[in-house]
């Protein structure tokens, strides 16, 4: 197959849909998140951290794809630009997978254990009747919290706290619109184990007091009458099939339902209960580290291991320590990154000046040969001549006195007058004279005058002689010019066009003389001439 060329660009529709091309306010400032695995995970865990992505919608990168060469400071590259504030991260070593919460850029970061978990398709399939509609993950969820103390003494179940709060948007009860509140996320913490029990459900508004036929017809599609002869009758049965457990209501769950619900079968101001329908995953997870940066830095907090204040300390100067030496390092690359400019720097500028003095070595060698042929000439008794040229200074002064200003630089670049040209530095080419005395010349013959005569083509490509010789050693007859094969042909005559006769001959043919040696068909078959003797 052909190497591909090029990636397709899916256009974001959201870009550019608040005044001025940005982004809503209220998108802005929610906290977004980027949920990845790493490492080798298998398939399970793969599919958990799909689950717990489709949980963070719709505020999370949906269709990220993570290479195995990308390292965590691509992620932190990318999440300035995008606004990104948390990261959600999977691993999984030989006691089971775990979940690192971190917050970008600086951190901290949480360690979680995974316990137990069960995906989502295995919730879903074990209940009988699933909940599921087009724009269920279209708003993102309600967060419950339950058990989490807030004690000054306990300072990491604080920080497990802010960090879950500030993951999902805040929620203002004045402004909030009960008609986007479709899912929640439940927390809860167990003090005996210490563990955190994580849930997400889909919140589901029925309403209470009417019979289970009614409620059915109004919550649900059209029932089957098929074995009923009215609806009155189908009614007075109850519903007909309707289990007895799905008409218990728990009367804790009774609210009044507010106005502009659109929920099916629910009027505003009338009494409703609120159900929850899971969704998975489920999840037990179990505090195993804090740390201060970026999955990296000082260990606030370990659950199974306890360090000494010596240890502690030895462990932080080891941390300072490479910190130095990594700016030192930083700061030794950045001299021989300016060491390295300067060195190409000063070889440009030697490599300039060797061509310059290369350029003038050429220069004054050319004049030596000059001053030398002059030397030559001048011994030889030869007058020298070289090129003088008029400068068009007069123009440019009268040109300036006349006009007011000076001219252009190209309008008298070109107007010099050579007087005169001869040597060897010259670029004027002249032509010889013509020598008209009876010496030898250059491919000539002797003329009328005992000397040799130049013999040049003409235009017409021949040489033209009367009496004498031709180019090519015959003689004339009379006097007959060379025709040669150029563009002038001179006085050639046009030829005459021949007259034909009928039998489409000219007339040097003899009418007849073919007719013996033709073939000639006779009772359907071509025959020869009996008097024609053909060769083979």
Known sequence: MGK??????????????????????????????????????????????????????PYTASNIKVRPKNVIKDFVHVAGLLKVSHLAMFTKTALGPYLKLARFPRGPTLTFRVESYTLGRDVRSSLKRQVTYAKQYANHPLLI??????????????????????MFPSINPTKVKVNTIRRCVLLNYNKDTKTIDFRHY??????????????????????????????????????????????????????????GVSVRGVVGGSTSSVRLVELGPRMTLKLVKIEEGLLDGEVLHHEFVEK?????????????????????????????????????????????????????????????????WKKEQAELGEPVETAKYESSDDDEAYYEKEVGHKPDKELFAHSYKVKSDDGPGSNVKRFNKKKTDGSKNFR???????????????????????????????????DKKFEGRGRDRGDKKKKTRKVFNSDGVGPDFKKGSLKSNLRGVKGGKVVKNKGWKGKR
């Open 444 to 478: 000539g013959r002797e003329d009328n005058k005992g000397g040799k005569k130049f013999e040049a083509r003409g235009k017409s490509g021949g040489r033209e002689e009367k009496g004498g010789k031709r180019f090519g050693g015959k003689e004339d007859k009379g």
């Open 145 to 166: 919290m339950n058990s989490f103390t807030s004690s000054d003494q306990d300072r990491s179940m604080q920080l497990i706290e802010s960090m879950f709060q500030n």
């Open 202 to 259: 889909t919140i589901k508004v029925v309403p209470v007091g009417l019979n289970r036929g009614v409620k059915k017809i109004v919550t649900s599609r059209v029932p089957n009458l098929g074995r009923c002869a009215d609806v009155a009758e189908f009614l007075q049965k109850g519903g007909g099939g309707m289990s007895e457990s799905e008409n218990e209501d728990d009367e804790a769950s009774h609210v009044t339902a507010p106005q």
């Open 308 to 372: 000494t204040d010596e240890e502690k300390k030895a462990i932080k100067e080891k941390r300072e320590k490479a910190k130095r030496e990594k700016e030192k390092r930083k700061r030794d690359q950045e001299k021989n990154v300016k060491k390295k400019e300067r060195e190409r720097d000063d070889n440009k500028a030697k490599s300039l000046e060797g061509m310059k003095k290369k350029e003038d070595k050429e220069k004054s060698w050319q004049g030596e040969k000059i001053s030398e």
């Open 4 to 57: 591909r060329k090029g990636k397709s660009v899916r256009k974001n529709k959201q870009v550019g849909e608040g005044p001025g091309g940005d982004e809503p306010e209220e998108l802005s400032r929610a906290p977004h998140s980027f949920v990845v695995h790493r490492g080798k995970t298998g398939k399970y865990v793969q599919e958990l951290a799909r689950d717990f992505r489709q949980v963070m919608e």
